[in-house]
T-cell receptor, first 113, second 111 residues
């Protein structure tokens, strides 16, 4: 069973479009995250949710809107996509905030053309 | 800003040798330091962590050393195997905060 699953795995879209990435975890964790990994492999936290409540929003443009319908899901919606949004987006979960062991999904490679 | 970073972007070792991956950090308020491994096409995977009040912790074939005096962290992998080839990230965290990752080091294990 996949612990943290994200869909789609690949996403190619044109500038200006709106797209969503879905994430689900079956680990029963309280905390979920979105990370962005750029072309140089640098991983940066975007959002953190704990029990469906937003905890961290790291200076992400408001074109990015996370939504957590329940503890097991954290989706990422992106409006008006820009070239610079091209990256790999990782969803992760952990049992509580500030825990060292986070479980990551396989990533969604977003390419904006 | 405060950050974690790595000394070397790439490291090539022969199979069976020991590997040492280094990391410098600047955030003295970190509670934990952590190592993650990322294989090609996959998400990062937890390897080992060390609490900030410790200086050494051992796992299976891995040892993490923390030198708070010089703000340096290292990951030692014993008897490196081809399956260890990956990008390794150091990270830090404080209670209530998400992981703060440094730049990765690519480890290549040659036969």
């Amino acid at each position: 069973d996949t612990a943290v699953s994200q869909t789609p795995k690949y996403l190619v879209t044109q500038m200006g479009n709106d797209k969503s990435i879905k994430c689900e975890q079956n680990l029963g964790h309280d905390t979920m995250y979105w990370y962005k990994q750029d072309s140089k492999k640098f991983l940066k936290i975007m959002f953190s949710y704990n029990n469906k409540e937003l905890i961290i929003n790291e200076t992400v443009p408001n074109r990015f809107s996370p939504k957590s319908p329940d503890k097991a899901h954290l989706n990422l919606h992106i409006n008006s996509l820009e070239l610079g949004d091209s990256a790999v987006y990782f969803c992760a979960s952990s049992q509580g905030e500030g825990r060292t062991e986070a479980f990551f999904g396989q990533g969604t490679r977003l390419t904006v053309v | 800003g405060e950050s974690v970073g790595l000394h070397l972007p790439t490291l090539s070792v022969q199979e069976g040798d020991n590997s040492i991956i280094n990391c410098a950090y600047s955030n003295s308020a970190s509670d934990y330091f952590i190592w993650y491994k990322q294989e090609s096409g996959k998400g990062p995977q937890f390897i080992i962590d060390i609490r900030s009040n410790m200086d050494k912790r051992q796992g299976q074939r891995v040892t993490v050393l923390l030198n708070k005096t010089v703000k340096h962290l290292s990951l030692q992998i014993a008897a490196t195997q081809p399956g260890d080839s990956a990008v390794y990230f150091c990270a830090e965290t404080r209670s209530g905060y998400a992981l703060n990752f440094g730049k990765g080091t690519s480890l290549l294990v040659t036969p």
